[in-house]
């Protein structure tokens, strides 16, 4: 059996509905109160020490270097390289077959090496060198430029023939769990002639999928689009926080800044490409014909369903928005393609991001930006509440899964609550 067979069940307890079975087993980072960060694997509701593993002979045969799992980021591990990391995932699949007993009868080890998920606390799977936000999603493109610009030219000249992309702040993009507090800085009210400094009156999320690097280029040598995906490891959710007043008041003519960089939220598990290869997807038909070093064969999207759920300060969690990555124009090999066809290098562990993804119902749009009409037209909350943009004190989470065969490869949770203005 593959790593990916939907027969495959482990000797792990694996809950119905879990993110997290064996044919998934993402990477992460995590501590407990005796442990100091190092490498896991997750499956069902554990968190498998893979120090441990790789200490006591688990994972031999493979050419890992010594320590390697014993990091505080997962950046050494993946620099080892995509077919690397696929043999790894392949062995602790083998590990953790329902009838696989070098594991599973060795009480001993199974006592230290796999630990409660509720005793471990999850940081960032990575360092992130850089980080760069596409625009890669065409129904939120044209909604925001309809919002923002001209709603008979919503779509900018250039965005059909291109990933519209933006280099972001990398230092401040944080794990689900840390809380973010709201940005100050310019906005241009509607009835004055001059910005004020005040807190934006205009948080919002985006919903967002990003995925991650796993080899350094060279400086100068693009990488050709079917070479792409050797270049990149897994996805992780993302929240790309925006402060949409002072996003629009500063966007021309270089794009976001200060509206955008105070901070981004990921989730901390890496599912890898190689999990998600059930789940590929034809994406939208590209019209007008790509250049050709952005043309593509077979199926680059992915069938993953994504949500946002909102809980206020006062316990209440509602759906805001359900959609689903098949829906983003371009995909990541063209993202990653044109992000280097300059001559631009890449590291191990940048962070790329698809852009906001939203669908073709309102119920679908990604940001609240777009499903209230840039606050025109409040959302009604089940307990009464409304919103047109978020409040101090609302937690925004986020959630995706890819099922098929009886097979559901989650995320985990990307969730953050915003606090008040520091100052």
């Known amino acids: 059996m593959t790593a990916n067979d939907p027969k495959l069940k482990s000797w792990v307890d694996v809950p119905s509905g879990s993110d997290f079975p064996i044919q998934n087993l993402p990477f992460g980072i995590f501590k407990t109160k005796y442990l100091s960060p190092v490498a896991g694997v997750a499956i069902g509701n554990t968190v498998i020490d893979l120090v441990y593993l790789h200490e006591h002979g688990y994972l031999d045969g493979h050419g890992l270097p010594p320590g390697i799992f014993n990091q505080r980021t997962l950046n050494e591990f993946f620099a080892l390289g995509r077919k690397k990391v696929r043999e790894v995932r392949e062995r602790l699949s083998q590990l953790l077959r329902h009838d696989a007993d070098e594991l599973r009868d060795n009480r001993a080890a199974r006592e230290i090496a796999l630990i409660p998920m509720s005793e471990c606390q999850m940081l960032m799977p990575v360092t992130v060198p850089n980080y760069t936000d596409f625009y890669s999603s065409e129904e939120h493109a044209t909604n925001v430029g309809a919002l923002f610009r001209d709603p008979k030219n919503a779509l900018l000249p250039n965005w059909k023939y291109l990933p519209v992309g933006y280099h972001g702040r990398a230092s401040s993009i944080v794990v ?112 007008p014909h790509v250049l050709p070093y952005l043309a593509f064969e077979g199926a680059r999207n992915f069938d993953i369903q994504l949500e946002v759920l909102l809980e206020s300060p006062k316990g209440e969690i509602a759906t805001l928005s359900r959609t689903n990555a098949k829906y983003l124009y371009w995909n990541i090999a063209q993202q990653l393609a044109h992000h280097t066809v300059n001559g631009c290098n890449i590291q191990v562990g940048d962070l790329y991001a698809s852009g906001t993804i939203s669908g073709p119902s309102p119920g679908s749009y990604g940001s609240l930006l777009e499903l209230t009409f840039n606050g025109q037209k409040p959302l009604h909350l089940p307990g009464g509440e409304e919103r047109k943009f978020l409040e101090d004190g609302d937690t925004v989470i986020m959630n995706g899964h890819a099922e098929a065969n009886g097979v559901r490869i989650g995320f985990g949770t990307c969730s953050g609550k915003l606090l008040p203005a520091v100052g």
Request: proline letters at 11%; aromatic letters at 10%.
């Open 176 to 287: 689900s769990g840390t809380p973010i507090h709201r940005p100050r800085g310019q906005v241009k009210l509607p009835d004055s002639d001059a910005p004020v400094f005040c807190p934006s009156r205009k948080m919002d999320f985006e919903l967002e999928l990003a995925f991650i690097t796993c080899s350094n280029t060279t400086l100068g040598r693009p990488i050709p689009l079917k070479e792409t995906e050797d270049h990149i490891i897994g996805f992780v959710l993302f929240n790309d926080w925006s402060a949409r007043d002072i996003q629009q008041w500063e966007y021309v003519p270089l794009g976001p800044f200060l509206g955008k960089n105070f901070g981004s939220t990921v989730s901390p598990w890496v599912v890898t490409l190689d999990a998600l290869e059930p789940f590929r997807a034809q994406g939208p038909t590209q019209n």
